[in-house]
């Protein structure tokens, strides 16, 4: 599933910048097949979320200014049968057609 994928991506960069670790910036999209332009976009959804990234010349990696932390929180609740009826469109009660209860995601990112 790509939501999980990308949760993944996102994780492991983040612990390749806590490592000071990500090499250069081409190192760094290369190594999770980006173009530098797209690891800019998602260096810049962690700045927007509060981290201060900065890149070390010297090091040759990005690295936090500050103690930026990643939590991601991920729930899994059953349907309310209200919920059910919305999705299904119709009446549960009377089985006017056979379908699978479904789950609703809740997904959260705490910074």
């Known amino acids: 599933m790509q939501l999980f994928e990308t949760i993944d991506r996102l994780y492991r ?18 190594r999770f097949n980006l173009k530098r332009r797209q690891l800019y976009n998602i ?7 509060g981290a201060h990234i ?22 899994v609740l059953p349907l309310s049968d209200q919920e059910e009826k919305t ?14 209860p479904l789950h609703k ?3 959260t990112l705490l910074t």
């Open 13 to 30: 960069m983040h612990q390749l910048i806590q490592r000071e670790a990500t090499g250069t910036s081409e190192e760094f999209a290369k």
């Open 43 to 49: 260096l810049n959804e962690f700045k927007d979320h």
């Open 87 to 100: 999705i299904l469109a119709g009446n549960i009660e009377n089985n006017s057609f056979l379908a699978i």
């Open 54 to 75: 900065r890149y070390s010349h010297m090091k040759q990696t990005f690295y936090y200014v500050n103690g930026f932390e990643i939590i991601i929180k991920i729930n």
């Open 105 to 107: 995601p809740d997904v």
